[in-house]
């Protein structure tokens, strides 16, 4: 079954502690990218990736990094979360590089951060 | 960066209604798309519509690049439907993979 994987789906955490929220797709789309959800402010998007090893900036990239070693992972990392990083993340992919074509989404990952 | 606005922000319609959505955004884009977000929580996508008209089932969009907006019709609306309608657009010019979206349209269709 064609999907966007992401782990884990719900986590508490503390401020400080290192995280790494996984995503991984099976259909061998080029397009990579996450996204925070946030109440009252839509989807914003954090990073995205064209294709393996190259990422770049979404409109809120601040307090995450990301990297894409291989074509079908796109994990988004914390390296010392605060509490305004407690959202609904999602991961997404796309088939095409150029003109990104139809989005797939994974159901998303609850972070709460204390 | 690009604006996208859409209207309204919030929708009730009785079962078999019609509805229109609108998705405004303040700069050329390379595409469009639409998206629904169930009750829980699942992103589902609508149509990929950088320009044109498509059509699936009782939902249809239309994408007027040049004035710089997009439409989301539903017809004989369902329960089933309710949940938050979100447009996303790419940025223009050499801005590909990046992508800004609208705050959403919540729709609640009563029985």
């Given at each position: 079954e064609a999907q966007v994987t992401q782990n884990p789906r719900y986590l508490i955490t503390v401020t400080g502690k290192k995280l790494t929220v996984t995503c991984s797709q099976n259909m061998n789309h080029e397009y990579m990218s996450w996204y925070r959800q946030d109440?009252?402010?839509?989807?914003?998007?954090?990073?995205?990736?064209?294709?393996?090893?190259?990422?770049?900036?979404?409109?809120?990239?601040?307090?995450?990094?990301?990297?894409?070693?291989?074509?079908?992972?796109?994990?988004?990392?914390?390296?010392?979360p605060s509490p305004n990083q407690t959202s609904l993340y999602f991961c997404a992919s796309s088939l095409t590089s150029y003109l990104t074509g139809e989005l797939f989404f994974g159901e998303g990952s609850r972070l709460t951060v204390l | 960066g690009i604006q996208v606005e859409q209207s309204p922000p919030d929708l009730i319609l009785q079962e078999g209604a019609n509805s229109t959505l609108r998705c405004n955004f303040s700069d050329s884009v390379n595409n469009l798309q639409w998206f629904h977000q169930n009750p829980w929580g699942q992103l589902i996508n609508l149509f990929y519509i950088p320009s044109g008209t498509k059509q699936n089932g009782r939902l249809s969009a239309t994408t007027v690049a040049t004035e710089r907006y997009s439409l989301l019709y539903i017809s004989s609306s369902q329960t089933t439907d309710s949940g938050v309608y979100f447009c996303a657009v790419e940025h223009g010019g050499t801005s590909y993979?990046?992508?800004?979206?609208?705050?959403?349209?919540?729709?609640?269709?009563?029985?």
């Amino acid at each position: 079954e064609a999907q966007v994987t992401q782990n884990p789906r719900y986590l508490i955490t503390v401020t400080g502690k290192k995280l790494t929220v996984t995503c991984s797709q099976n259909m061998n789309h080029e397009y990579m990218s996450w996204y925070r959800q946030d109440p009252g402010l839509g989807l914003r998007q954090i990073y995205y990736s064209m294709n393996v090893e190259v990422t770049d900036k979404g409109d809120v990239p601040e307090g995450y990094k990301v990297s894409r070693k291989e074509k079908r992972n796109f994990p988004l990392i914390l390296e010392s979360p605060s509490p305004n990083q407690t959202s609904l993340y999602f991961c997404a992919s796309s088939l095409t590089s150029y003109l990104t074509g139809e989005l797939f989404f994974g159901e998303g990952s609850r972070l709460t951060v204390l | 960066g690009i604006q996208v606005e859409q209207s309204p922000p919030d929708l009730i319609l009785q079962e078999g209604a019609n509805s229109t959505l609108r998705c405004n955004f303040s700069d050329s884009v390379n595409n469009l798309q639409w998206f629904h977000q169930n009750p829980w929580g699942q992103l589902i996508n609508l149509f990929y519509i950088p320009s044109g008209t498509k059509q699936n089932g009782r939902l249809s969009a239309t994408t007027v690049a040049t004035e710089r907006y997009s439409l989301l019709y539903i017809s004989s609306s369902q329960t089933t439907d309710s949940g938050v309608y979100f447009c996303a657009v790419e940025h223009g010019g050499t801005s590909y993979g990046k992508l800004t979206f609208g705050q959403g349209t919540i729709l609640t269709v009563h029985p």
